[in-house]
Structures are given as C-alpha cells and as structure tokens.
C-alpha cells in the first residue's frame, strides 16, 4: 500500500509540475507579446498615448473617404488648444512671399521679389483652407500632364501663354502639353537637341537648376531621363506657376535672382537653364552670372535659350534693335570668359557654355589681377546674404586634369558613393565611416518607417520632404523614380551638409524653419523630420513649425516625426489639435530608447463656411 501512495504523490506532483511549466510559459509568451509590441517597462508615456490615440491611421486614402467622419476614442492628453481655420482669402498664403507685403520694398533688381517674412506678431497661428472640391493629386507620370482644376483654380497662364502652350483648360482640369516660351515643339524635343551635346544619358548630369521656369515642364520631362531638377520661379503677375509645378510632381521652389545669394550650396549642380528666364546676366557687372558660377559644379554645363542668342536671325520677332541685342550677347560672352566658361556649342536659339574643372586649366585666370575673387571663407554661407560683383574660388589641384573639389560619379553610382567632400575631409568630424554608418541607419529607419505606414515605397506619395536632412539618408533610402525628397538642411545646423547631399545626386535648400518655407500651400505629400524639434528647441515656437508643417502639407499626407519621447509627447499634444490623426510608437531598437517615432496624417477638410465649421 505504501507503494501505491507513493506512485499517487508522484502522479500528483508531476501535474502539478507540468501545470507551473505550462503556466510560466504562458506567461513569458505574453510577457514577449507584450514587449514587441513595442511598449515595455519605463515607457508608460508611449504606451498610454499610443492606446488612446487612434490606431487606425494610414487608411487607405482614396476620394471616397474624404468626407467621411472616423470615429476617435478619447485622447487621454487633451490637445492645449483647438486651432480654426484661417479664413478662406488664405488658401494660397505664402507668408514670405506675401503680395501685400512686397509692394512695400524696391523694385531695383528684383529686391521686392525675395523672401520677406512677416515678424512673429503677424503671424497666423490657424490653419490654411484648402480650396473648396479641392482632391488629391493624380498619380505619377499622369500628374506631369494633369492637374485638378479645383486644386489651383486660376486660368490666366492659359491666356497669357495660350500661343506657347504652356497650359491649357479642358472640362475640370488642366493639361500640360510639354511646351515653353523656347520649346514650341515641346519639353522632349527641346532636351533631345540638348542632349546632343550635354552627357544626359550616361548618368553624368543628375542635378540641374532651372532658372525662372515657368510651369517648370524643362524639369518634368528631364525626370524621365533620371535628371532632377531644382527649379524656381518668383510669385508674380503669372499666377500659381511653382504651384502647378508642384501639382504636377516636379520640384519647384518659390524663388528669385535679385540681392541674396540662391539657398544653394557652392559646386552643387550639374547643369544650369535659363530658357527666355528675362534674368539680366550681363547687367550689374555678370552678379547674376557669378551667383550661377558658384553654385555650377566644375565641368557643368550653362544653358541659355532666347534673347540674345542668335540675335542676328531673330531680332524682329524679339522686337528689339540689332545694336541692343548685340550688346546684351557681347556683355555675355566677356562674363563667361572671366569666369573661365568654355563655349561647347550654339545651336539656333540655345548656347552651352561649360565651366572648366580647375583654374589651372583656365588661361584667364593665371593673371589673378583681372578677376575680383569673393574673399569669404565659407562659400555656402548663403542665407541671407548679399550677392557680390565677384567669383568664388574653388579648390586647388595638383593636375590640370584633376577636378577641383573631386570627381562625381555617375548616378546612380554616386548615391551610395562616399562624397568627395567627406572623403575629402571638408566637413568637419565625418569620416567615411561615420557617413556608411548613417546610411546603414536610414535602411534600417526606412524598413520599420514602411512597417508601419504601408504607403511609403508605393508612389502614393510623390513630393516629400525631409526636414532636417543631414546626409540625406532619408532620400537615399527610398530613391525611387516614383517620387523626390526636398532635402533641406537647416540654417542652425552644426554642420553643413548640403553639399554633400548634391554629390549623391539629390537635391536639396538651406532653410530656416523659424520661417515659413518658400513654397505654396499643400505641395508635400509626405513630411519627415528627424531631430527637428530638440535642434529648434528655444529657438522659435514649436507652435509655429506645426502650423508651418500643416500649410505646406496636403490634405491626407502623412508626416513622420523622429525626437525626444518628451519633446513628442507635447508635439502630439498640439497636433490633436491641428486635425491630425497621431500614433507614437517606440524606436526600433525597443521601448528602452527614447527616441520616439511620431507618425501622422492630415485628415481631410476644405474651406468654405459650411464645410470648415463641420470641420472644426
């Protein structure tokens, strides 16, 4: 019997046993569930933000849920204020570009045109309206040649431009046949002849700058040749031109060449295009010329179509005088000649010039008494300064057949190719370890970015920008003919980096985000911004960089945010109110980080009294 009793105890205890086995492993698959999730210990403020927030962000955006209402849960942090709709004479406000406000300066070169921000006591702390039937973007490549009428509602340049066919107005949108001032034939013509003399083909130009351009269709059909371009163009008489550039798809900034340096760094482009721009290069001593000079990479290429080119066959349908033509071409040339410009080729109205890749190749230059050079030590020091009658330098070689400042790869091999400045050791504290270091973090960012916001690798969002860009491995992660980064360095930032991120092939401005940006409103469709806030911190209102970040972003784009747990949590806290949808999430390195990832999206809602009451 005593057998028997001790074959019971030992079937109970081996139950028992098998019972604490399989409850500890329950427990710990919980316990494991619960930490991939992305919430853990000592990181209650993530978690409690995160579970009363919407979840459902990133639905799937299409028109017909524009007007749908989604159901929230209450926010447990109630959002510090409610912000309202700015009234409906805003909807297309560009704060430093503000009509009213630029009447009041000098017209003399152009000064009036430029970047004029209005002071903090001015500024509007509500939301921009969209217009009203306003509607997402079409898809790339149909956007290049369709835009919503609804969405930049101005039919002027079908008049004013009717005969060049800039843009035309058919039923509820407008088409974009290709065409421009010089292209009559069309953008892909126009390139074709280009191309017979610029390497466009083989990957050598990537970058161009496009200079007054109009609807910007140069920079919309290079992009099928894997060129970008940076094109600009000033908001004039001409209504919404870098608007509908923007609608379009292509990169565009609101800008001028007047009194201040171009928001570019120096030896950044590939390629420069004035295409009948009305900039007067041979005035005020070649400064416009100089300021290109700067900015075009050594071995770039200048391209200038319409007046004076040729004048001599074209002057009547120019109507202006023989002796006034030749004077503007023959002050051109001597420009060119002091800034040490080859001549390729003059084909019709168009002439390439190219910059020579070092000042030991360039005979005017070895008398350094007849060119002023620019004595500043720093030649992207550019916001807000003055431009002057002078060239800058650019960096000594050892062989006439070196290119000053290092030779760029092709694209695309030049994306993940370490900049010549970095391996140059011209930034300082980077080496090329530190930038393929920063590379690899962008993947790994980029890869959870896409866990959880599905659309990024898609197309569904064609212009995004980077906020804070650094070496702009953000851009490089998601490089794809489906959409570009506006990759803007801030002015405050410990290091420039701009430069750099041209020589990957990317573009790119300088910035300072304690002003509005230099764009229409509801031109990004995506915004990321990695640090921002902490680099910002005591520097401006927080306040100001959301409401800025809300007029520049569409109607259902969606914004990624990277900072501080604690600089996030009072992020999200305004941002509830900016109609937002929010979700703040744990690094992916785990909830013990405390670098947070903030993810958005703009809910939409237009103008209009009705609809902006229901709204609010």
Same mark, same amino acid.
């Given at each position: ?135 997402? *973007? ?9 835009? *919503? ?49 610029? *390497? ?62 171009? *928001? ?353």
């Amino acid at each position: 019997m005593a057998v028997k009793a001790s074959s019971a105890d030992n079937r109970t205890r081996s139950t028992v046993s098998l019972c604490i086995v399989i409850g500890m492993c329950c427990f710990f698959y919980i316990l494991g569930a619960w930490q991939k999730s992305g919430f853990g210990k000592g990181d209650s403020i993530a978690l409690e933000i995160t579970k009363r927030t919407d979840c459902t962000i990133l639905p799937n955006l299409s028109f017909d849920t524009h007007l749908a209402k989604q159901a929230r849960p209450r926010d447990l942090v109630s959002p510090a204020k409610k912000f309202k709709p700015c009234p409906d004479r805003y909807t297309d406000y560009t704060p430093c570009q503000d009509q009213n406000r630029a009447m009041k300066f000098p017209r003399e070169n152009m000064n009036y045109r430029e970047r004029h921000c209005p002071p903090q006591k001015e500024k509007l702390h509500c939301l921009i309206p969209p217009p009203k039937g306003y509607v997402a *973007p079409f898809p790339w490549p149909k956007s290049r040649d369709y835009v *919503p009428f609804a969405n930049c509602p101005y039919k002027s340049l079908t008049v004013e431009k009717a005969i060049q066919n800039w843009v035309q107005f058919e039923g509820n949108v407008f088409r974009f046949p290709g065409g421009g001032t010089q292209f009559p034939q069309g953008a892909d013509k126009y390139i074709d002849q280009l191309a017979s003399v610029v *390497p466009i083909a083989n990957g050598t130009v990537r970058t161009a700058l496009d200079t007054g351009c109009g609807v910007a269709s140069w920079g919309a059909y290079l992009l099928k040749r894997n060129v970008l371009a940076m094109s600009f163009a000033p908001r004039d008489s001409h209504e919404a031109q870098v608007q509908f550039a923007l609608e379009r798809g292509v990169p565009a900034v609101i800008g001028v060449l007047g009194t201040i340096k171009l *928001p570019y760094p120096s030896r950044a482009f590939d390629m420069a295009h004035c295409s009948r721009c009305l900039i007067p290069w041979g005035a005020n001593g070649g400064i416009y010329m100089m300021e290109v000079d700067r900015v075009l990479r050594p071995g770039g290429y200048w391209v200038l179509s319409g007046p004076p080119i040729n004048w001599k066959v074209n002057y009547k349908g120019w109507q202006r005088t023989k002796k006034d033509l030749e004077v503007e071409q023959n002050k051109i040339e001597e420009i060119a000649d002091l800034l040490c410009w080859e001549k390729v080729k003059e084909i019709g109205e168009m002439a390439i010039w190219r910059k020579r890749l070092n000042t030991e190749s360039c005979p005017s230059r070895q008398d350094e008494s007849s060119v002023q050079m620019c004595d500043s030590t720093n030649a992207d020091d550019v916001w807000y300064k003055k431009m002057k009658p002078c060239v800058t330098p650019i960096p000594d070689v050892n062989d006439p057949s070196e290119v000053a400042g290092g030779a760029i790869k092709p694209f695309p091999s030049r994306l993940n190719a370490v900049p010549p400045r970095i391996a140059n050791g011209l930034i300082p504290g980077v080496s090329s370890q530190v930038y393929q270091k920063d590379n690899k973090m962008w993947k790994k960012h980029v890869k959870a970015y896409s866990s959880v916001n599905k659309y990024l690798l898609t197309g569904r969002y064609r212009n995004i920008m980077d906020m804070n860009a650094g070496f702009g491995g953000f851009a490089a992660a998601i490089e794809s003919p489906k959409s570009w980064v506006m990759n803007v360095v801030p002015t405050i930032s410990k290091m420039s980096t701009l430069g750099a991120i041209y020589e990957r092939g990317l573009i790119g401005i300088y910035h300072d985000w304690c002003e509005a940006f230099s764009t229409y409103p509801r031109t990004y469709d995506l915004i990321h911004a990695s640090g921002l806030f902490t680099l910002y911190k005591n520097k401006c209102n927080m306040e100001d960089i959301l409401l800025e970040m809300d007029r520049v972003l569409r109607p259902e784009g969606a914004l990624i945010m990277r900072d501080d747990v604690d600089i996030l949590t009072k992020v999200n806290r305004l941002a509830l109110g900016m109609k937002w949808n929010t979700r703040l999430v744990d690094h992916e390195d785990g909830p013990m980080v405390r670098e947070k990832v903030l993810y958005a999206v703009k809910q939409y809602w237009v103008g209009g009294n009705q609809t902006a009451a229901a709204a609010a």
